[in-house]
């Protein structure tokens, strides 16, 4: 199966009323840990790089460890996603690289530099076949070189938004964060904001920052010579809750790295003998199976992976008008 357009895996979502959870890749290790859980749960998926990601590997790396992805997983629908584009040459790069969805993040502009930021890249992207995730309001915390205050997304504006850009999915901010620290305390989200939302944009809706930073995975760490402290992320009934009225897709990060760190920092400390880089990131990518499994289960798309045929994109240029 060739990796699909987003358009098509969050619409299939919204016909089975499930979530498709969005992880975030930056090595070998994470995607063959995400592939595992896909495989084993028949589960669709969204790979997504960001920005630092595509940095880290020099661009041309991911694009083949995640073709090597999807030729051993044949049966499995798989999204590649560019994750915070910034500007239409991020955009542009990432399509030259193959994927099949970007998202343009130009939330921290005025709401009209925003549509028009928008839908430069929603005009140059279809033109390909790729799909386009939009953003209006703003995250709060840092995560790589992401960051920003919380602005919760006004549904008035994202009626307005969506209809002049164009977008196929919005993401929104109801109060999520990027990073591990995304409280101070109990979490507290506008989840009647979705529905409101939903009802007047017509189209998937997307949660960043819904990592739920499990305190087992905190422990492991801090047990094992880390120091992550008072940090609290995204309950798993409020992401369902989410589910439930619009938000088909979920981006998950901080629980890979998370869960990466503890088995590493556990393998070494228990035997510091250790310096064969196969001997901890083996663990380390299990690891990453186990969260995103869960995930799967979570998000209710485990199951789901042989509902429909693929489409590609120049199934979607039809959809676009693309002459």
């Known amino acids: ?32 840990g995400i592939m595992k859980a ?19 590997t020099d661009m041309v790396y991911l694009k083949y460890l995640v073709q090597a992805a999807v030729e051993q997983n044949p049966d499995i629908p798989v999204v590649l996603h560019l994750d915070h584009g910034d500007s239409l040459e991020t955009v542009k790069k990432a399509i030259e690289l193959g994927f099949t969805s970007v998202m343009i993040d130009a939330s921290h502009h ?26 209006l309001g703003t995250l709060g915390g840092i995560e790589e070189d992401v960051a920003g205050e919380v602005q919760l997304t006004d549904p008035d504006q994202a009626e307005e938004f969506v209809e002049r850009v164009g977008c196929d999915a919005l993401a929104v901010a109801i109060g999520t964060s990027h990073g591990a620290y995304k409280f101070r305390g109990e979490p507290k989200l506008a ?36 120091s992550i402290q008072d940090s609290y ?22 629980d890979l790295r998370l869960a990466m760190t503890g088995a590493v920092r556990k393998t070494l400390f228990e035997d510091p003998s250790k310096f064969d880089p196969r001997d901890y990131l083996g663990p380390a990518r299990e690891a990453v199976y186990q969260v995103v499994a869960q995930r799967m289960k979570d998000f209710g798309s485990a199951g789901h992976g042989g509902d429909y045929e693929p489409m590609t994109l120049e199934d979607m240029k039809e959809i676009y008008g693309v002459k």
């Open 110 to 135: 005025d709401f009209e530099t925003n549509v028009r930021i928008s839908r430069e890249v929603v005009e140059y992207a279809h033109q390909f076949g790729v799909s386009v995730e939009a953003e």
């Open 1 to 32: 199966m060739p990796l699909i357009p987003l358009y098509q895996c969050l619409k299939e979502a919204e016909k089975g009323g499930y979530g498709v959870g969005a992880f975030n890749v930056n090595n070998m290790e994470q995607i063959q």
């Open 191 to 226: 989840l009647d904001l979705i529905s409101e939302i939903y009802s007047r944009v017509k189209i998937p809706l997307v949660m960043h920052g819904s990592s739920s930073v499990p305190k087992e995975l905190v422990e492991t760490i801090n047990t094992y010579g880390g």
């Open 38 to 56: 896909a495989r084993e749960l028949n589960s669709p998926v969204i790979l997504q790089a960001s920005r630092g990601a595509l940095k880290y």
């Open 233 to 254: 992320g995204v309950p798993i009934e409020s992401i369902q809750h989410g589910i439930k009225n619009g938000v088909r897709k979920i981006n998950v990060d901080t």
